[in-house]
């Protein structure tokens, strides 16, 4: 599949596969200099690009485990949802939730991009829902003898 991409600035690079089995593509800082974020700030880090995601497809900015196990950073909207329709520059809320400042530096990779197909379903009001074995268990009870 071709996801069309566009270089709003010259640090901005593509999305890049760390592999031939990667699911996400690595998306990289594109600032001008290295960018600190202290323990509990959020911080919008802008990858320079912008992408033309194919109808029916949606892409979704997630973690990448090694920027969140060692340097405590992580999308501050747990994923990042883009919508076909978007146009706009793909940005990273990063959230530091370790206890001392990080630094991002220019061109580090800072979140992994997933393309993903997805259903658009119509919604129905209705005064009864069909009847399971799980019925209205919630958190944690599927799991219970």
Do not use: W
């Not at 892409?59 to 076909?84: F, H």
Request: net charge negative.
């Amino acid at each position: 599949m071709l996801v069309k991409i566009k270089k709003l600035n010259d640090r901005a690079k593509l999305p890049a596969y760390g592999s031939d089995y990667s699911a996400g593509a690595d998306l990289y800082a594109a600032t001008d200099v290295p960018v600190e974020i202290t323990p509990g700030e959020t911080v919008f880090i802008g990858t320079g690009i912008a992408a033309e995601i194919p109808k029916g497809y949606v892409g979704l900015v997630y973690a990448r485990s090694g920027l969140a196990c060692k340097k405590g950073l992580a999308p501050a909207n747990k994923v990042g949802v883009i919508d076909a329709d978007y146009r706009g520059e793909i940005k990273v809320a990063l959230f530091n939730h370790s206890p001392s400042v990080q630094t991002v530096d220019a061109g580090e990779r800072v979140a992994q991009l997933v393309v993903a197909p997805f259903l658009k379903c119509e919604f129905e009001e209705t005064t009864e829902l069909s009847e399971t074995v799980r019925g209205e268990g919630g958190f944690g009870s599927t799991g219970k003898l």
